[in-house]
Nanobody, 123 residues
Framework: QVRLADSGGRLVQAGGSLRLSCVVSGTTFSRHAMGWFRQAPGKEREFVSA????????YYADSVKDRFTISRDNAQNTVYLQMNSLKQEDTATYYC????????????????WGQGTQVTVSS
């Protein structure tokens, strides 16, 4: 059984930084592209970032480009999302996402979801 355990969300002031983590178990982590999505209250879940199996290729939504960085440690079965220069509009529940393939492409279906971790950015 594949399990994604995401964590690291908390209340932070605007302009601050956070690092989210997602530990994956039940599968060979390095076989999967990984990503992050977020969902704000009353809004659809949206893509934030993704990375290929090796971490060599990364992808970002325009709204977070140059502020967020995705990375992964295949030895630790963990994917990270470093979030800098946080804005109030970044407030959302963030979900770790696992893809069945080892490369990400736009619109790729997510095979596995984490339970979500809440990020709240205050003014």
């Amino acid at each position: 059984q594949v399990r994604l355990a995401d964590s690291g969300g908390r209340l932070v002031q605007a302009g601050g930084s956070l690092r989210l983590s997602c530990v994956v178990s039940g599968t060979t982590f390095s076989r999967h592209a990984m990503g992050w999505f977020r969902q704000a209250p009353g809004k659809e879940r949206e893509f934030v970032s993704a990375t290929s199996w090796s971490g060599a290729r990364t992808y970002y939504a325009d709204s977070v480009k140059d502020r967020f960085t995705i990375s992964r440690d295949n030895a630790q079965n963990t994917v990270y999302l470093q979030m800098n220069s946080l804005k109030q509009e970044d407030t959302a529940t963030y979900y770790c996402a696992g893809y069945s393939g080892n490369y990400y492409y736009g619109g790729a279906p997510v095979s596995y979801w984490g339970q979500g971790t809440q990020v709240t950015v205050s003014s």
